[in-house]
Protein backbone atom coordinates (compact mmCIF):
# COMPACT_ATOMS: atom_id res chain seq x y z
CA UNK A 1 0.00 0.00 0.00
CA UNK A 2 3.07 2.50 0.88
CA UNK A 3 4.68 1.78 -2.60
CA UNK A 4 1.06 2.04 -4.48
CA UNK A 5 1.14 5.76 -2.76
CA UNK A 6 4.33 6.64 -3.77
CA UNK A 7 4.25 5.90 -7.17
CA UNK A 8 1.40 7.81 -7.04
CA UNK A 9 2.12 11.00 -5.50
CA UNK A 10 5.42 10.75 -7.75
CA UNK A 11 3.17 10.86 -11.05
CA UNK A 12 2.64 14.59 -9.89
CA UNK A 13 -0.76 14.39 -11.78
CA UNK A 14 -2.61 17.61 -10.18
CA UNK A 15 0.22 19.37 -10.20
CA UNK A 16 0.90 18.79 -13.86
CA UNK A 17 -2.57 19.90 -14.34
CA UNK A 18 -2.66 22.75 -12.47
CA UNK A 19 0.44 23.97 -14.20
CA UNK A 20 -0.70 23.71 -17.70
CA UNK A 21 -3.46 25.42 -16.87
CA UNK A 22 -2.20 28.47 -15.11
CA UNK A 23 0.87 28.70 -18.12
CA UNK A 24 -2.17 28.59 -20.72
CA UNK A 25 -4.07 31.29 -19.02
CA UNK A 26 -0.85 32.98 -19.14
CA UNK A 27 -0.31 33.02 -22.35
CA UNK A 28 -3.58 34.28 -23.41
CA UNK A 29 -3.30 37.00 -20.91
CA UNK A 30 0.91 38.31 -22.15
CA UNK A 31 -0.53 37.83 -25.34
CA UNK A 32 -3.58 40.39 -25.30
CA UNK A 33 -1.46 42.31 -23.21
CA UNK A 34 1.41 42.70 -26.46
CA UNK A 35 -2.01 43.53 -28.79
CA UNK A 36 -3.42 45.76 -26.83
CA UNK A 37 -0.96 47.75 -24.74
CA UNK A 38 2.75 46.57 -24.78
CA UNK A 39 4.22 49.53 -26.42
CA UNK A 40 4.04 52.54 -24.08
CA UNK A 41 3.80 50.29 -21.21
CA UNK A 42 6.84 49.75 -19.49
CA UNK A 43 8.90 50.79 -16.34
CA UNK A 44 12.69 50.36 -15.53
CA UNK A 45 13.22 48.61 -12.62
CA UNK A 46 16.93 48.68 -10.96
CA UNK A 47 18.36 45.91 -13.17
CA UNK A 48 17.52 48.01 -15.97
CA UNK A 49 15.61 45.38 -17.60
CA UNK A 50 12.25 46.19 -18.58
CA UNK A 51 9.15 45.23 -17.28
CA UNK A 52 5.65 45.22 -17.99
CA UNK A 53 2.22 45.00 -16.90
CA UNK A 54 2.60 41.65 -18.51
CA UNK A 55 5.14 40.03 -15.80
CA UNK A 56 3.38 41.16 -13.15
CA UNK A 57 -0.55 40.25 -13.91
CA UNK A 58 1.27 36.80 -15.53
CA UNK A 59 2.61 36.20 -12.23
CA UNK A 60 -0.30 36.66 -10.07
CA UNK A 61 -2.52 34.69 -12.49
CA UNK A 62 0.14 32.01 -11.43
CA UNK A 63 0.52 32.41 -8.31
CA UNK A 64 -3.20 33.04 -7.55
CA UNK A 65 -4.24 29.80 -9.32
CA UNK A 66 -0.71 27.81 -7.22
CA UNK A 67 -2.29 29.58 -3.67
CA UNK A 68 -5.64 28.06 -4.34
CA UNK A 69 -4.31 24.72 -5.38
CA UNK A 70 -1.44 24.24 -3.29
CA UNK A 71 -1.55 26.68 -0.20
CA UNK A 72 1.37 24.77 1.81
CA UNK A 73 4.02 25.64 -1.42
CA UNK A 74 6.07 28.46 -1.43
CA UNK A 75 7.70 29.93 -4.49
CA UNK A 76 10.21 31.87 -5.91
CA UNK A 77 9.00 34.30 -8.29
CA UNK A 78 10.59 36.91 -10.33
CA UNK A 79 8.43 39.76 -9.91
CA UNK A 80 7.41 41.40 -6.45
CA UNK A 81 5.09 43.46 -5.91
CA UNK A 82 6.72 46.89 -4.09
CA UNK A 83 6.35 49.13 -6.61
CA UNK A 84 3.08 48.40 -6.95
CA UNK A 85 2.22 49.23 -3.24
CA UNK A 86 3.71 52.83 -3.60
CA UNK A 87 1.35 56.06 -4.62
CA UNK A 88 3.21 56.56 -7.73
CA UNK A 89 2.26 52.57 -9.20
CA UNK A 90 -1.26 53.42 -8.84
CA UNK A 91 -1.88 53.69 -12.11
CA UNK A 92 0.04 50.20 -12.91
CA UNK A 93 -2.01 48.36 -10.24
CA UNK A 94 -5.10 49.19 -11.54
CA UNK A 95 -4.32 47.85 -14.56
CA UNK A 96 -2.79 45.18 -13.68
CA UNK A 97 -5.76 44.30 -11.24
CA UNK A 98 -8.17 44.65 -14.00
CA UNK A 99 -6.02 42.19 -16.38
CA UNK A 100 -5.32 40.18 -13.82
CA UNK A 101 -9.02 39.40 -13.03
CA UNK A 102 -9.78 39.52 -16.55
CA UNK A 103 -7.75 36.32 -17.05
CA UNK A 104 -8.96 35.07 -13.65
CA UNK A 105 -12.26 35.21 -14.72
CA UNK A 106 -12.45 33.32 -18.36
CA UNK A 107 -14.42 31.10 -19.24
CA UNK A 108 -13.33 27.27 -18.22
CA UNK A 109 -11.47 25.82 -20.61
CA UNK A 110 -9.41 22.11 -21.28
CA UNK A 111 -8.39 20.39 -17.89
CA UNK A 112 -9.52 24.01 -16.11
CA UNK A 113 -10.96 23.32 -12.14
CA UNK A 114 -13.20 26.24 -10.70
CA UNK A 115 -11.36 25.36 -7.46
CA UNK A 116 -8.35 26.81 -8.43
CA UNK A 117 -10.14 30.31 -8.32
CA UNK A 118 -10.64 30.46 -11.73
CA UNK A 119 -13.88 30.86 -14.48
CA UNK A 120 -16.40 33.33 -13.89
CA UNK A 121 -17.08 35.33 -11.01
CA UNK A 122 -13.62 34.63 -9.31
CA UNK A 123 -12.39 38.19 -8.82
CA UNK A 124 -9.44 38.81 -6.44
CA UNK A 125 -9.28 42.31 -4.76
CA UNK A 126 -6.68 44.14 -5.76
CA UNK A 127 -4.63 43.18 -2.47
CA UNK A 128 -5.24 40.02 -2.50
CA UNK A 129 -3.24 39.79 -6.01
CA UNK A 130 -0.54 42.00 -4.99
CA UNK A 131 -0.15 39.21 -2.13
CA UNK A 132 -0.19 36.73 -4.70
CA UNK A 133 2.92 38.63 -6.24
CA UNK A 134 4.53 39.13 -3.54
CA UNK A 135 4.02 35.47 -2.78
CA UNK A 136 6.88 34.64 -5.08
CA UNK A 137 9.13 35.89 -2.30
CA UNK A 138 10.53 32.55 -0.72
CA UNK A 139 14.59 32.32 -0.78
CA UNK A 140 13.99 29.24 -1.92
CA UNK A 141 16.07 25.81 -0.82
CA UNK A 142 16.89 22.30 -0.60
CA UNK A 143 14.36 20.99 0.93
CA UNK A 144 10.72 20.10 -0.19
CA UNK A 145 8.43 21.20 -2.37
CA UNK A 146 8.47 24.56 -4.21
CA UNK A 147 7.28 25.83 -7.58
CA UNK A 148 9.32 28.86 -9.55
CA UNK A 149 7.67 30.89 -12.14
CA UNK A 150 9.04 33.49 -14.50
CA UNK A 151 5.87 35.15 -15.95
CA UNK A 152 7.71 36.33 -18.97
CA UNK A 153 10.93 35.20 -19.70
CA UNK A 154 12.88 37.22 -22.41
CA UNK A 155 11.18 40.63 -21.17
CA UNK A 156 13.05 41.89 -24.50
CA UNK A 157 12.15 39.39 -26.92
CA UNK A 158 8.10 40.35 -25.94
CA UNK A 159 8.72 44.26 -25.99
CA UNK A 160 10.16 43.54 -29.54
CA UNK A 161 6.78 41.17 -30.56
CA UNK A 162 9.75 37.99 -30.97
CA UNK A 163 10.03 35.64 -28.55
CA UNK A 164 9.19 35.01 -24.86
CA UNK A 165 7.89 32.42 -22.29
CA UNK A 166 5.58 31.93 -20.15
CA UNK A 167 8.00 29.56 -17.32
CA UNK A 168 6.54 27.93 -14.60
CA UNK A 169 8.40 24.60 -12.62
CA UNK A 170 7.47 22.45 -9.77
CA UNK A 171 10.50 21.05 -7.47
CA UNK A 172 10.68 18.63 -4.72
CA UNK A 173 14.14 18.49 -2.80
CA UNK A 174 15.87 21.11 -5.46
CA UNK A 175 15.56 18.41 -8.04
CA UNK A 176 12.86 19.76 -11.06
CA UNK A 177 9.82 17.57 -11.19
CA UNK A 178 7.15 19.19 -13.91
CA UNK A 179 8.55 21.86 -16.28
CA UNK A 180 6.02 24.07 -18.33
CA UNK A 181 6.96 26.21 -21.21
CA UNK A 182 4.19 28.94 -22.84
CA UNK A 183 5.76 30.14 -25.99
CA UNK A 184 2.91 32.17 -27.65
CA UNK A 185 5.21 33.59 -30.41
CA UNK A 186 7.23 30.86 -31.40
CA UNK A 187 6.24 28.97 -34.99
CA UNK A 188 4.70 25.25 -34.68
CA UNK A 189 7.59 24.81 -37.19
CA UNK A 190 10.69 26.33 -37.02
CA UNK A 191 11.19 26.00 -40.66
CA UNK A 192 7.81 27.76 -41.18
CA UNK A 193 8.65 30.95 -39.45
CA UNK A 194 5.15 32.57 -41.13
CA UNK A 195 2.90 29.56 -40.16
CA UNK A 196 1.19 28.87 -37.22
CA UNK A 197 2.23 29.63 -33.97
CA UNK A 198 1.72 29.25 -30.29
CA UNK A 199 3.53 26.18 -28.37
CA UNK A 200 3.40 24.55 -25.08
CA UNK A 201 6.40 22.22 -23.88
CA UNK A 202 5.55 19.69 -21.01
CA UNK A 203 8.12 17.57 -18.71
CA UNK A 204 7.55 15.45 -16.00
CA UNK A 205 10.50 14.08 -14.56
CA UNK A 206 10.35 10.39 -15.84
CA UNK A 207 7.81 10.86 -17.69
CA UNK A 208 9.01 12.28 -20.87
CA UNK A 209 8.65 15.43 -23.00
CA UNK A 210 5.89 16.62 -25.14
CA UNK A 211 4.79 19.79 -27.40
CA UNK A 212 1.55 20.38 -28.16
CA UNK A 213 -0.51 23.90 -29.50
CA UNK A 214 -1.36 25.86 -27.06
CA UNK A 215 -4.77 25.43 -27.31
CA UNK A 216 -3.77 22.32 -25.83
CA UNK A 217 -4.06 20.39 -29.56
CA UNK A 218 -1.97 17.98 -31.24
CA UNK A 219 0.17 16.64 -28.34
CA UNK A 220 3.24 15.19 -29.80
CA UNK A 221 6.86 13.52 -27.86
CA UNK A 222 9.91 15.18 -28.40
CA UNK A 223 12.75 13.70 -28.49
CA UNK A 224 16.33 15.13 -30.00
CA UNK A 225 17.77 13.89 -32.68
CA UNK A 226 21.30 12.56 -32.52
CA UNK A 227 24.18 15.08 -32.77
CA UNK A 228 25.33 14.95 -36.69
CA UNK A 229 28.19 17.75 -37.18
CA UNK A 230 26.44 18.81 -40.48
CA UNK A 231 23.36 20.27 -39.22
CA UNK A 232 25.08 20.89 -35.75
CA UNK A 233 24.72 24.86 -34.23
CA UNK A 234 24.39 26.83 -31.62
CA UNK A 235 20.75 28.53 -29.80
CA UNK A 236 22.18 31.95 -27.69
CA UNK A 237 20.44 34.60 -26.53
CA UNK A 238 19.86 37.74 -28.55
CA UNK A 239 21.18 40.02 -25.81
CA UNK A 240 25.45 40.19 -26.12
CA UNK A 241 24.98 41.41 -22.53
CA UNK A 242 23.21 38.03 -21.55
CA UNK A 243 25.62 35.35 -22.99
CA UNK A 244 28.87 35.40 -24.66
CA UNK A 245 28.79 35.79 -28.14
CA UNK A 246 32.55 35.89 -28.70
CA UNK A 247 33.07 32.64 -26.59
CA UNK A 248 30.43 30.72 -28.36
CA UNK A 249 31.74 31.60 -31.89
CA UNK A 250 35.49 30.60 -30.06
CA UNK A 251 34.01 27.33 -29.27
CA UNK A 252 31.75 27.14 -32.87
CA UNK A 253 35.57 27.21 -34.03
CA UNK A 254 36.85 24.51 -32.45
CA UNK A 255 34.13 22.45 -33.66
CA UNK A 256 34.11 23.29 -36.77
CA UNK A 257 30.19 24.34 -37.01
CA UNK A 258 29.49 25.63 -40.04
CA UNK A 259 25.83 26.81 -39.47
CA UNK A 260 25.15 30.21 -37.76
CA UNK A 261 24.01 30.19 -34.10
CA UNK A 262 19.78 30.73 -34.03
CA UNK A 263 19.68 33.61 -31.98
CA UNK A 264 16.42 33.67 -29.68
CA UNK A 265 14.97 35.17 -26.48
CA UNK A 266 14.25 33.00 -23.31
CA UNK A 267 13.78 29.62 -22.30
CA UNK A 268 12.24 29.26 -25.82
CA UNK A 269 16.21 27.94 -26.59
CA UNK A 270 15.39 25.08 -24.24
CA UNK A 271 12.52 23.99 -26.16
CA UNK A 272 13.61 24.83 -30.00
CA UNK A 273 16.28 22.40 -28.81
CA UNK A 274 14.26 19.70 -26.93
CA UNK A 275 12.66 19.49 -30.52
CA UNK A 276 15.62 19.35 -33.00
CA UNK A 277 15.94 22.74 -33.61
CA UNK A 278 19.80 23.35 -32.71
CA UNK A 279 22.19 21.10 -31.39
CA UNK A 280 23.14 22.76 -28.15
CA UNK A 281 21.97 25.67 -26.23
CA UNK A 282 24.94 27.78 -24.84
CA UNK A 283 24.83 30.41 -22.24
CA UNK A 284 28.22 31.44 -21.20
CA UNK A 285 29.15 34.12 -18.67
CA UNK A 286 29.92 37.79 -19.96
CA UNK A 287 32.36 38.09 -17.04
CA UNK A 288 30.03 40.86 -14.73
CA UNK A 289 29.48 38.61 -11.93
CA UNK A 290 25.90 38.13 -13.01
CA UNK A 291 24.25 34.62 -11.19
CA UNK A 292 21.47 32.80 -13.62
CA UNK A 293 18.19 32.56 -11.83
CA UNK A 294 16.52 29.39 -10.84
CA UNK A 295 13.05 30.67 -12.83
CA UNK A 296 15.50 31.14 -15.66
CA UNK A 297 16.49 27.24 -16.58
CA UNK A 298 13.87 24.93 -13.91
CA UNK A 299 11.28 24.18 -16.58
CA UNK A 300 13.62 24.57 -19.75
CA UNK A 301 16.22 22.32 -18.33
CA UNK A 302 13.67 19.26 -17.56
CA UNK A 303 12.13 19.57 -20.86
CA UNK A 304 15.89 19.05 -22.53
CA UNK A 305 16.47 16.16 -20.30
CA UNK A 306 13.35 14.67 -20.99
CA UNK A 307 13.76 14.81 -24.39
CA UNK A 308 17.08 13.06 -24.43
CA UNK A 309 19.35 15.95 -23.62
CA UNK A 310 22.14 16.48 -20.87
CA UNK A 311 22.24 20.27 -19.13
CA UNK A 312 25.44 21.51 -17.06
CA UNK A 313 27.37 24.51 -16.42
CA UNK A 314 30.93 24.84 -18.40
CA UNK A 315 32.15 22.17 -15.63
CA UNK A 316 30.14 19.33 -16.70
CA UNK A 317 28.36 19.90 -13.54
CA UNK A 318 24.46 19.80 -13.21
CA UNK A 319 22.54 22.93 -12.67
CA UNK A 320 21.92 23.38 -9.01
CA UNK A 321 18.76 24.20 -8.21
CA UNK A 322 18.66 24.17 -4.39
CA UNK A 323 20.94 26.97 -3.39
CA UNK A 324 18.09 29.63 -3.16
CA UNK A 325 16.95 31.69 -5.86
CA UNK A 326 19.94 32.04 -7.72
CA UNK A 327 22.26 29.07 -9.08
CA UNK A 328 25.18 30.53 -7.15
CA UNK A 329 28.53 31.14 -9.58
CA UNK A 330 28.17 30.99 -12.90
CA UNK A 331 30.27 28.98 -15.16
CA UNK A 332 27.20 29.53 -17.45
CA UNK A 333 25.06 26.55 -19.00
CA UNK A 334 25.13 24.04 -21.69
CA UNK A 335 22.04 22.05 -22.58
CA UNK A 336 23.07 19.22 -25.69
CA UNK A 337 21.80 16.11 -27.26
CA UNK A 338 23.72 13.28 -24.76
CA UNK A 339 25.90 12.21 -27.88
CA UNK A 340 27.80 15.42 -28.52
CA UNK A 341 27.77 16.85 -24.96
CA UNK A 342 31.37 15.62 -23.73
CA UNK A 343 32.94 16.74 -27.23
CA UNK A 344 31.04 20.41 -26.64
CA UNK A 345 32.32 20.31 -22.92
CA UNK A 346 35.92 19.48 -24.48
CA UNK A 347 35.53 22.58 -27.13
CA UNK A 348 34.08 24.60 -24.21
CA UNK A 349 36.62 24.11 -21.95
CA UNK A 350 39.67 24.52 -24.22
CA UNK A 351 37.78 27.80 -25.42
CA UNK A 352 37.73 29.07 -21.82
CA UNK A 353 41.19 28.22 -21.04
CA UNK A 354 42.73 29.73 -24.04
CA UNK A 355 40.65 32.33 -23.14
CA UNK A 356 42.49 33.23 -19.58
CA UNK A 357 45.72 32.29 -20.63
CA UNK A 358 45.63 35.01 -23.48
CA UNK A 359 44.25 37.70 -20.72
CA UNK A 360 46.77 36.81 -18.35
CA UNK A 361 49.67 37.06 -20.52
CA UNK A 362 47.92 40.34 -21.81
N1 LIG B 1 23.83 39.95 -17.33
C1 LIG B 1 23.04 38.90 -17.51
N2 LIG B 1 23.55 37.68 -17.81
C2 LIG B 1 22.77 36.61 -18.02
N3 LIG B 1 21.41 36.67 -17.93
C3 LIG B 1 20.84 37.84 -17.64
C4 LIG B 1 21.60 39.01 -17.41
N4 LIG B 1 20.74 40.03 -17.12
C5 LIG B 1 19.50 39.51 -17.17
N5 LIG B 1 19.56 38.19 -17.48
C6 LIG B 1 18.50 37.21 -17.59
O1 LIG B 1 18.37 36.84 -18.93
C7 LIG B 1 17.01 36.47 -19.12
C8 LIG B 1 16.68 36.49 -20.56
O2 LIG B 1 17.57 35.60 -21.14
P1 LIG B 1 17.56 35.35 -22.65
O3 LIG B 1 18.34 34.14 -22.96
O4 LIG B 1 16.15 35.41 -23.09
O5 LIG B 1 18.33 36.57 -23.17
S1 LIG B 1 17.94 37.40 -24.40
O6 LIG B 1 16.65 38.04 -24.11
O7 LIG B 1 17.94 36.57 -25.56
O8 LIG B 1 18.97 38.34 -24.46
C9 LIG B 1 16.30 37.50 -18.34
O9 LIG B 1 15.04 36.97 -18.02
P2 LIG B 1 13.76 37.93 -18.05
O10 LIG B 1 14.07 39.06 -17.10
O11 LIG B 1 12.71 37.02 -17.52
O12 LIG B 1 13.56 38.38 -19.45
C10 LIG B 1 17.17 37.73 -17.13
O13 LIG B 1 16.79 36.98 -16.00
MG1 LIG C 1 13.35 40.19 -15.80
MG1 LIG D 1 13.76 35.23 -17.26
MG1 LIG E 1 10.91 37.41 -16.62
Known amino acids: MLYRSTVMSLAFTAEKQLAISAVRRACSLTSSVFNKLVKNETLTKGDKSPVTVGDYSAQAVISSMLQRAFPQDPIVGEEDAAELRVDSGATLRDRIVSLANEALVGELGLGDLAEWGIGPG ?209 YGVIACVKDAHAKLLRAVQQATTDGASAQSKA
Not at 239 to 263: D, F, G, N, V
Open 122 to 330: SEQTPEQLLDAIDRGNYKGGRTGRMWTIDPIDGTKGFLRGEQYAVCLAFLVDAQVQIGVLGCPNLPVDLTNPDGEKGCLFIAVRGQGAQQMKLSGADPAPLSIPPYSPSTFNFLESVEAAHSSHSTSEKISQLMEITRPPIRMDSQAKYACLARGDGGAYMRMPTGVGYKEKIWDHAAGSLIVEESGGIVTDSRGEGLDFGLGRTLGEN
